[in-house]
């Protein structure tokens, strides 16, 4: 057993990603750093934003801005070395750069579930309770909450990543996918893994499932609320105030309940890693343009700040 974990942590993984559709590695190459390079020029401009213009600074954007990082984040824990394995005839990645990718990548996946949780309650208590908004959302609790998700995504990755360091990792080093993963790791292992994978089972049902329906239960409320309101544009209301947030919460939550509910197969397995490819590189890089399109908040803000840099004449 030490053998095989010794062999494993002095050397290095190979990433199989994409490499049986070689075809299409050079199309998927360009196609993900277009979206790598939306990702960061989408989300760098909401952080900017958010942090120049005084309108913004309420319990939304600040929100929205670690959400705009946690994505920053995320992407690029694993998307430059899927772009130099795509470019390259080398796979390869080193025992150190796939333990720190897991743990990363794991990390920020948790922290952005708990995160839309918050940002559900915000909408929940911007439109159910406006009267008390201001006392409810005050800037000390909203950094509490920002605080509490990201440790609680750091603090399960921490459970998750020093559980895979110590299984013995024997055989090939063919990691069958496109980054470092908990499961993909776990089937290089020459023991028994149920263990791990029944704490996976556990972990991701509290860190999916728990958030999923407290966001489906906060929209409810927020339907209810709307629905009561004897106004001709109250459905206009609800899509204004909510819309937004459940795109976001659609494009990231039925990516991984795909996941979840796909047969264990190896058809499965191929069909995982451009659902995975979806919620890595594509969700991130439209996050920004769902919030911005049709947002009359940041249009303002991007005219004041224009407005302010334009040189005066006299």
Request: aromatic share 12%; with cysteine.
């Amino acid at each position: 057993m030490m053998k095989g974990k010794n062999a494993s942590s002095e050397g290095y993984f190979i990433l199989l990603g994409f490499s049986h559709w070689p075809h299409l590695e050079v199309v998927l190459f360009v196609l993900i750093l277009m979206f790598y390079l939306m990702t960061l020029i989408g989300n760098l401009f909401i952080i900017v934003l958010s942090y120049l213009d005084a309108h913004l600074h309420t319990p939304m954007y600040f929100f929205l801005s670690n959400l705009s990082f946690l994505d920053l984040c995320y992407t690029t824990s694993s998307i430059p070395q899927l772009l130099v394995n795509l470019w390259g005839p080398e796979k390869t990645i080193s025992y150190a750069g796939c333990m720190t990718q897991l743990y990363f990548a794991l990390a920020l996946g948790t922290t952005e579930c708990v995160l839309l949780v918050v940002m559900s309650y915000d909408r929940y208590a911007a439109v159910c309770r406006p009267l008390h908004y201001t006392v409810l959302m005050n800037p000390r609790f909203c950094h509490l909450l920002a605080v509490a998700s990201w440790v609680s995504g750091f603090t399960n990755s921490a459970l998750h990543s020093s559980f895979t360091f110590w299984v013995p990792l024997c055989g090939h080093r063919q990691v069958d996918h496109f980054f470092c993963e908990v499961p993909a790791l776990l089937r290089l292992s020459c023991v028994d893994t149920r263990a791990n994978e029944l704490t996976l089972l556990i972990t991701s049902s509290i860190f999916v499932f728990i958030p999923l329906i407290l966001i489906l239960s906060s929209y409810v409320a927020i339907a209810r609320t709307v629905l009561r309101l004897q106004s001709s544009t109250r459905l206009q209301r609800l899509f204004g105030t909510c819309g937004a947030h459940l795109m976001v919460v659609s494009l990231f939550f039925i990516p991984i309940l795909c996941i979840y509910l796909q047969p264990p197969s190896g058809s499965s397995q191929e069909q995982g890693k451009f659902i995975a490819l979806f919620y890595t590189v594509v969700t991130p890089s439209l996050n920004p343009l769902i919030y911005t399109l049709r947002n009359k908040d940041v249009r303002g803000a991007v005219r004041r700040l224009v407005g302010q840099e334009r040189p005066v004449h006299s």
